[in-house]
């Protein structure tokens, strides 16, 4: 079964660090482009940061460059996100999720289509 | 950074079709996916590349799109249907950027 398992999610201080897992199975991992996607209490999706399969590709949105690292250990089937100069708005629960690409109508962009379950990140005094 | 527009909020009788829309300038040059998602759980891709179904959707659900509008459209909703829907389509300011729309709650009377 193809699974993603989130973890690392906590309570943290304003201006503190945490890293977050993501742990894959049943698939494969070092061939699959990743990405991490959040979403605070009660508001919608936000996507955040995407990695290719080698590693070698990255790309933030702005509301985390500079603060926010992604990163993977593909031996580990794994991926992570280290978070610096934690503030209120990145209260929410973080999703990581497999990236599948594609061409459409001369265009190609992709899609999200395994998601994990998600981890907590609370960034509070 | 770019917006995708939808309406905060839908309604449709059970057996009845409700449609979904996002609006927004990247969907003219990227294809949309949509995503559901129910409350405490993690989205569940629907629809991928404007009109494909995700592996086990049901086949009530459909995708399309026109001009700036991706739709989702559901043929004989049920009440498992009940969900907050998402589209998803590229930054037209950075296309390598994914951009999500502002999401629709579908409640299902």
């Known amino acids: 079964e193809e699974q993603l398992v989130e973890s690392g999610g906590d309570l943290v201080q304003p201006g503190g660090s945490l890293r977050l897992s993501c742990e894959a199975s049943g698939f494969s991992f070092s061939t699959s482009a990743m990405n991490w996607v959040r979403q605070a209490p009660g508001k919608g999706l936000q996507w955040i940061s995407y990695?290719?399969?080698?590693?070698?590709?990255?790309f933030y949105a702005d509301s985390v460059k500079g603060r926010f690292t992604i990163s993977r250990d593909n031996a580990r089937q794994s991926l992570y996100l280290e978070m610096n100069s934690l503030g209120a708005e990145d209260t929410a629960v973080y999703y990581c999720?497999?990236?599948?690409?594609?061409?459409?109508?001369?265009?190609?962009?992709?899609?999200?289509?395994?998601w994990g379950q998600g981890t907590l990140v609370t960034v509070s005094s | 950074s770019s917006e995708l527009t939808q309406d905060p909020a839908v309604s449709v009788a059970l057996g009845q079709t409700v449609r979904i829309t996002c609006q927004g300038d990247?969907?003219?040059?990227?294809?949309a996916s949509w995503y559901q998602q129910k409350p405490g759980q993690a989205p569940v891709l629907v629809i991928f590349a404007k009109n494909n179904r995700a592996s086990g959707i049901p086949d009530r659900f459909s995708g399309s799109s026109s001009g700036k509008t991706a739709s989702l459209t559901i043929t004989g909703a049920q009440a498992e249907d009940e969900a907050d829907y998402y589209c998803?389509?590229?930054?037209?300011?950075?296309?390598?950027?994914?951009?999500f729309g502002t999401g629709t709650k579908v409640t299902v009377l």
């Open positions: 990247s969907i003219r040059t990227y294809s």
């Open positions: 999720a497999r990236d599948r690409g594609f061409c459409s109508d001369g265009s190609c962009s992709s899609y999200f289509d395994l």
């Open positions: 998803d389509s590229r930054d037209t300011s950075d296309n390598r950027l994914h951009v």
């Open positions: 990695i290719t399969g080698s590693g070698t590709t990255i």
